[in-house]
């Protein structure tokens, strides 16, 4: 428990804060318990420097050090570049952890964007989510919110942390302080979903409707077993919804059993199936909706570049 205690004092830990503060920031992270908070802390970018510079404060500011930029050409450039995209992959799917109280804690790492949903099932409980995109580089776990239901002023702002990945643990490190993330077992699954889609576009009326990309998006996070929608304004910091829990695809089927949901509690325990077809690299989704009403959706894959 200390450990978490530490982390989340750490992710508080900016000069903004009196001492005052912070003793109330601790005392309630202790009873909230959550995890990867100095990753969603206080690492904000200003809007005055670019995001090489922003990225690089950051990186200062969580792990106390700053990269040193390595000589050797191009070809050193093109093999690093390489290594990160590698590592990268092999974060992608869905890693669990607890907050010590009995609550889970998912993350979705998917083509360059992540979700973490803290959640209690058995209680039918949300009790928090945040995400946004990421990259890796020279071992460095890099993030840039955009949602945060915890703190809506933290969209924007990036972070960064050391990791190590040995077999099925993934463990995020700050100042020698870690915390550790399982991956779940997905080895027999082969979805065709397994990605990040955004949705394109929607019937009303009888008639397909392009959806015009914007600050405003709804996105459904799927690894090899589990999924996560997120409905929220990446500008405003505005949240609408989230909901998630495990999923299977097969046979023109896609089942979702729900696990948590934001706006409504008795969803949770529910499976929803619906038609699905994977076709010119969209994904046609159809059925009825968790309320009964039908639904005719299009949902393309966002790229990882």
Not at 36 to 64: N, R, Y
Not at 234 to 257: L, M, V
Request: include cysteine.
């Amino acid at each position: 428990m200390k450990s978490r205690l530490y982390l989340v004092y750490a992710a508080f830990l900016c000069q903004t804060h009196t001492d005052t503060t912070m003793i109330k920031l601790l005392k309630n992270a202790s009873s909230a318990g959550m995890v990867l908070l100095f990753l969603i802390g206080c690492a904000g970018t200003s809007t005055t420097t670019s995001a090489d510079e922003s990225a690089t404060a950051s990186a200062t500011a969580i792990t106390g050090s700053t990269a040193t930029a390595s000589a050797g050409g191009s070809t050193q450039t093109t093999s690093a570049s390489q290594n990160d995209m590698r590592q990268a992959t092999q974060l992608e799917g869905a890693w669990r952890t607890t907050d010590g109280q009995g609550n889970e804690v998912v993350m979705l790492v998917q083509d360059g964007f992540f979700t973490i949903a803290r959640f209690n099932q058995q209680n039918k409980q949300f009790l928090g989510t945040t995400g946004g995109t990421y990259t890796v580089s020279n071992g460095k776990f890099n993030i840039k919110q955009e949602f945060n239901t915890l703190d809506s002023t933290q969209v924007g702002t990036t972070a960064s942390a050391d990791y190590k990945l040995e077999n099925d643990q993934w463990t995020l490190i700050k100042d020698g302080i870690t915390d550790t993330w399982n991956r779940i077992n997905e080895s027999n699954s082969n979805s065709p979903l397994a990605g990040t889609w955004r949705i394109t576009g929607r019937e009303r009326d009888g008639e397909m409707q392009t959806m015009r990309p914007g600050p405003r998006k709804t996105l459904k996070v799927l690894s090899g077993t589990r999924f996560q929608w997120i409905a929220f304004n990446s500008e405003t910091g505005q949240f609408s919804g989230t909901g998630g829990g495990t999923y299977t695809a097969e046979n023109g089927k896609y089942t979702e059993n729900i696990e948590f949901f934001s706006r409504d509690s008795s969803r949770v325990g529910m499976s929803l199936s619906f038609n699905f077809e994977v076709k010119d690299g969209n994904w046609h989704h159809s059925g009825q909706s968790s309320t009964g009403n039908p639904i005719n959706e299009v949902w393309s894959r966002i790229s990882k570049d």
